[in-house]
């Protein structure tokens, strides 16, 4: 499929018979922009609209569903840049509270947001909760990717990728997006980005659709490692708290403190330190550097890559011995 698709980087198409045809300016979409969102649509079942970021995407469901005054009703531990995000747009009206995702979202939200599992606390949302509550839910599955959850099947309006991470997978594309079945939010999200412009570029497009035809193999061999990886983490002497949903590339866990965990993710050799998760290389880091005192000071956060996984392991092991 994606092999032959090749890049478009026209930004105008002729009209046809003097009336604009599928593609007239690449604002509102593009040919190879448009093929990506259909096989990431394929995949979570709905219409897919991509975006220039995962924040993007995250900040055009806020402005094109909500109104001044109205709340969002965000899941404690959720990616940190979305409560940052919302904390942005609190000067333009819009509300947050924080709730328990293991449980019932709060009865006045006008909008719920879920992740699957949360990063980096990886927990899992009750679905069952978060559908029966009256607001739309929006689900941020982007550690699981479609392959773990699909959250329009569970009962989500709006599954929110950063396909920068699992779903392009090489740490060479920043790209967000959101996928619903329901059409008149399709419609909607599609007006608001083609009148605000936060759409992705072809290019950036071409690689999430390149990425997209490994995503199966990739995320099975990573659940696997991650798998094997947390289950020795639990075992070692000095580690705390292991939390892995029992798939996907992300796990977390906890050392002593901040002085433990600075010097594990500087002794990796294998594993990089640096941020983001998903990608084809294995890398750590402690998340107290963004997140503060939200997470605790000795939490490190690790992405498994494709690497041997007795190659992380002993990477792993040699780090946490001091
Ligand atoms: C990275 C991330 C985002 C933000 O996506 P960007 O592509 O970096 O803008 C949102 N949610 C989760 C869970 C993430 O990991």
Redesign the pocket.
């Known amino acids: 499929m994606s092999g032959s698709v090749p890049i478009d980087r026209s930004t105008t198409w002729q009209y046809e018979d003097g009336e604009p045809g599928a593609f007239s300016y690449t604002r509102f979409s593009s040919p190879t922009v448009a093929a990506a969102e259909h096989a990431l649509g394929e995949l979570d079942g709905g219409e897919a609209l991509l975006f220039a970021?995962?924040?993007?995407a995250?900040t055009a469901v806020v402005l094109a569903l909500l109104s001044p005054g109205q709340t969002v009703a965000l899941a404690e531990g959720a990616?940190y840049?979305?409560g940052v995000l919302l904390g942005e747009l609190e000067r333009w009206g819009v509300r947050q509270v924080e709730f328990d995702q293991t449980g019932p979202p709060p009865p006045d939200a006008d909008l719920v947001w879920i992740?699957a599992p949360s990063?980096p606390f990886l927990t899992m949302p009750d679905f069952e909760a978060a559908r029966a509550h009256p607001a739309p839910v929006v689900c941020?599955s982007?550690?699981a990717t479609p392959l773990h959850v699909k959250p329009l099947e569970r009962g989500c309006q709006i599954a929110l990728h950063?396909a920068?991470?699992g779903l392009a997978g090489h740490d060479d594309a920043?790209?967000?997006a959101l996928v619903t079945s329901d059409p008149e939010t399709a419609a909607r999200l599609r007006e608001f980005r083609s009148r605000t412009g936060p759409v992705a570029a072809p290019d950036v497009a071409w690689l999430l659709l390149r990425g997209l035809q490994t995503l199966e193999v990739r995320v099975a061999r990573q659940t696997e490692t991650a798998n094997s990886i947390a289950d020795r983490l639990r075992d070692h002497p000095a580690v705390e708290t292991v939390r892995h949903p029992g798939f996907g590339a992300l796990l977390s866990f906890d050392v002593a403190d901040a002085g433990t965990a600075r010097r594990v993710e500087t002794s990796t050799r294998l594993i990089a330190n640096k941020t983001s998760?998903g990608g084809v290389t294995s890398r750590i880091e402690a998340r107290s550097r963004w997140e503060g005192d939200r997470v605790p000071a000795g939490l490190l956060r690790l992405s498994v890559g494709l690497e041997d996984p007795e190659d992380l392991w002993d990477d792993l092991s040699q780090a946490l011995t001091p």
């Open positions: 970021s995962g924040a993007a995250s990616y840049g979305t992740e990063n941020d982007t550690a950063s920068t991470k920043l790209v967000g998760l």
